[in-house]
Structures are given as C-alpha cells and as structure tokens.
C-alpha cells in the first residue's frame, strides 16, 4: 500500500491520486464523480474560491479552539464525516474503519443505509458519537427496524436525506459497466472485468472481505437488501414531508435533515420538527445545476438560522473551505470525498491523514487570521 505520510500525502488532492491508483475505476469513479455534466460537482468546489477572507493582521493567536457544539454532542472539530455509502467497497469494514478514524479525531461519523457493515459493528469501532442517515428502502416497516437497532446500538440523531427520490445519473458509472457488474453474470460483467485484474491488491482485500456485499441495514423479509437494488428502492421509497412524522416519533432523538437548497425547504424542515438542517445537494450527485451549496447557505441561514443548527456539505477539500462555510453561517460541516479518498487510498490511516489536513489547515488559516476560535468566525 502507498506511502501515506505528511510529506507524500499534503493536501486531499494527494490522497484523491492515491485511492485512483489503488481502487478500480468503476469503484474510484464511483466516488469521484457526479450527476450528468457534474456541473454541480464543479461549482461546490468553485465556489469557495470566490469567497476571500478578511484576516486581522498583527494578532498573536497562541493555540486556536476548534472545537463545537451541534446536535448536543461536543466535537473536537467543527467537520462530521458525510454518511458515504458502500464505503465496504472502499477499504475492508470500510465504514467501521471510517468510524474508528472519526472517533479517534474527536468527531461525528454519519452512517449511511446504504453500507456494508452492520450498524452495530460500526457503532463498537468507535469511541465517538454515530449518526444513522436513513433512506426508506424497503418501505416504513423495515426503516423502522434499521431505527430501533440504531437506536439500541447508541446512535445519537438520525439524519433523513431528502434530495434522492430517484438516483443521479452518474454518467461514469455507466460507462464503467456499474450496472452489469452487479448481474452477477459473467458474460455480461466479461467486458469490465479488466478494472478489477488491474487492482490485484484490492480485489484480493475485497473477496477476503466476502466480495459483493449486501446492505445489512436493510433487513427485507427474505434477508439483507442485495447489492444490485439500490435505484429500484431508492425510487419506491421517496421521502416526503409527512414522513418526518413517523420518523420522528419512531426515533424519538435528534432528527437532522439533510438536502436542502432553498430557504423555503429549511422552514418546511423546521416545521416538521428538523432539530438541524444539512444544506447539501449530495455533493454534486443529483440534480446536476443546482447552486453550489455554499452560495445558497447564507439565504437558509438568514431562514431559519436561529430556530436550528444549519450545516453546510459539498466541496469541502481544504480547512480553509470549513473556515468559509463557517464564516457564512453554518455551524459546521460535513466531509464526504475528503475522507472517502483516504479510505480508498489506504483505509484507517488514509481517513486519519484526510482528517488531519483539515484540521491543521484550520488551525493554521485560524492563526492567519488572527482568529481564536472557530466560534468566533464571522463575516
Ligand atoms: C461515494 C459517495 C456516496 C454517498 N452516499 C450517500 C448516502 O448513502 N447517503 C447520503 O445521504 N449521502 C451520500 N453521499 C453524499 C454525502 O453525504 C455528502 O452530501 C457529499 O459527499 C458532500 O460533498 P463532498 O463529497 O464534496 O464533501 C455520498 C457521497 C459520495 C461521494
């Protein structure tokens, strides 16, 4: 495995070459991509280059104060770990090595539905607080029975994402052959079989970790959802307003929920009892030519900023990014391919360094600003 230290490995761009070199295309591309043109994908980055900062100059900052408060729980950090799906594919236990990185750092990891660890696994990997982000695969009954395990298993608040009625069309999936390598049938997976030849190491890592995975979370009446459902599901399980209801009652925690663009929706969250809003577009996955995330934040946190917590995802590569995000409002992050890279690259010491570079760019673009705190960012 490459070499993941703080002289090979300096930004997130670096840990992004990394997973590319050990990950087979259709699982690098996976990760890396986004919806149609990725117009979306583009702009959520772009647009924190247009945001410039107003440093004090002439300020001593001794040691900087990172940490924050959201949802109740004390992070270290001002950034969570996005819920990231088949992380399984990734990196061995994938999402409970995610977890464990997240816990050590002081941070929130986010669990997706859609992993391929067990929602208990993960939870004992860490000593961290988990999230569990709920899509509604399999109707009601059975999110109900993914709820009260994670709420069994100690999960804090539950993230309800609602930008995914249908899945993006992820134009690099297709051409990677996404869809008939999940037949199982290998005439038709013959033609992409080559991506994965190339990657010996992680094919190898892979089939040792049982190969095609199921999702467990997703407990259909004949065993775990199996890999190659995911569209089909997400299309019969979209979430809608009314659905906050159930859930809140069925969960009775923190509720957060997650895509939202526009300031209408933010108050359609808080009236459905949202204890926290995640203004997102999936990274970039979904409707291809919505607004980059950090140029509607301030239009939502002028909304509903003071009834709930206001995060921000999307984009998000550097400290500096979190820095911005936060200065305009939210009250903190979260990071999906940033870490998702480092998994890729080179697992628990991969997300650590992902981790890390965030960290130590915060604190250093705080000491450059002559900022104490990141509770004390404004505009
Ligand atoms: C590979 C991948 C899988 C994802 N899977 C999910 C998911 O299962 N559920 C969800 O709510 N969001 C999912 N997301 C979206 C992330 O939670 C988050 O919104 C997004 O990654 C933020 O943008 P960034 O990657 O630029 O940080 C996924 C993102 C990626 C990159």
């Not at 950034?79 to 990231?84: C, K, M």
């Not at 988990?130 to 539950?158: M, P, S, T």
């Not at 095609?212 to 407990?219: D, Q, R, S, T």
């Not at 870490?339 to 992902?354: H, K, N, P, Q």
Request: charged share 25%; hydrophobic share 45%.
């Amino acid at each position: 495995m490459a070499r993941i230290d703080s002289t090979s490995v300096v930004n997130i761009s670096d840990l992004r070459r990394l997973a590319q070199e050990r990950l087979p295309r259709v699982a690098f591309e996976y990760i890396d991509g986004g919806a149609e043109a990725e117009v979306t994908l583009r702009e959520n980055c772009r647009a924190f280059e247009d945001v410039v900062f107003r440093p004090r100059s002439a300020v001593k900052v001794p040691g900087v104060d990172l940490r924050t408060r959201v949802l109740g729980l004390d992070l270290e950090l001002p950034f969570l770990l996005a819920p990231v799906g088949s992380c399984r594919m990734f990196y061995p236990l994938g999402e409970a090595v995610a977890a464990r990185a997240a816990g050590a750092a002081g941070t929130a990891y986010i669990l997706s539905t859609l992993s391929g660890t067990r929602l208990e696994e993960v939870k004992a990997a860490t000593s961290g607080p988990c999230l569990y982000q709920v899509y509604l695969c399999g109707g009601h009954e059975v999110a109900k029975k993914a709820i009260a395990r994670a709420k069994a298993a100690g999960f804090h608040a539950l993230v309800v994402t609602i930008d995914t009625p249908v899945a993006g069309l992820r134009e690099r999936d297709v051409r990677n052959g996404t869809k008939e390598l999940l037949t199982r049938n290998p005439f038709t997976m013959l033609p992409y079989i080559g991506q994965f030849l190339a990657r010996p190491r992680w094919l190898a890592a892979f089939l040792a970790d049982g190969g095609l995975m199921k999702f467990p979370n997703v407990e259909l009446p004949d065993g775990p959802m199996p890999y190659a459902d995911v569209g089909a599901a997400l299309e019969q399980s979209v979430v809608v307003w009314d659905d906050l209801r159930w859930l809140r009652d069925a969960w009775g925690g923190p509720i957060v929920v997650k895509g939202v663009h526009t300031a209408d929706d933010a108050r359609q969250a808080v009236a459905a009892g949202a204890n926290a809003i995640v203004v997102s577009n999936h990274g970039g996955r979904q409707l291809d030519g919505v607004a980059a995330t950090l140029r509607v934040l301030p239009e939502i946190v002028a909304a509903v900023g003071d009834k709930v917590e206001v995060l921000l995802d999307g984009g998000i590569r550097r400290g500096g990014d979190v820095a911005k995000a936060l200065c305009l409002g939210a009250k903190g992050v979260l990071v999906g391919r940033a870490y998702a890279y480092g998994l890729g690259a080179g697992g628990e010491a991969g997300v650590r360094r992902a981790i890390e570079i965030l960290r130590s760019d915060l604190v250093r673009t705080l000491k450059l600003l002559g900022c104490p705190s990141v509770a004390a960012l404004d505009r």
